[in-house]
């Protein structure tokens, strides 16, 4: 292809920008992979419960037993249950 018609002066001339170019779509590439990898991880991998998180989960945990303790305390025994059937 370049044999015909030019000469070493244009083909010089022709090749630096061809040869840049090929050089700048590598490194954008590069940087690409890596912007992706991380966009990638961040999507895909589950997040951790930040402390706060953690803390409204145990504070409901524990209003939840608290509740069930104290309906539990209020139902009636056994033998309650026999005196109020006779």
Not at 6 to 32: D, K, W
Not at 58 to 81: G, H, K, W
């Amino acid at each position: 292809m370049w044999a015909q018609g030019f000469t070493a002066t244009v083909q010089s001339l022709v090749m630096v920008p061809i040869v840049l170019y090929q050089a700048e779509q590598i490194l954008c590439g590069q940087i690409a992979v890596i912007l992706f990898r991380r966009w990638a991880r961040d999507e895909w991998m589950p997040k951790e419960v930040s402390s706060d998180e953690e803390i409204v989960a145990d504070e409901i945990e524990r209003s939840a037993d608290v509740e069930i303790n104290q309906s539990e305390a209020t139902l009636p025994s056994s033998n309650e249950q026999e005196k109020l059937k006779e």
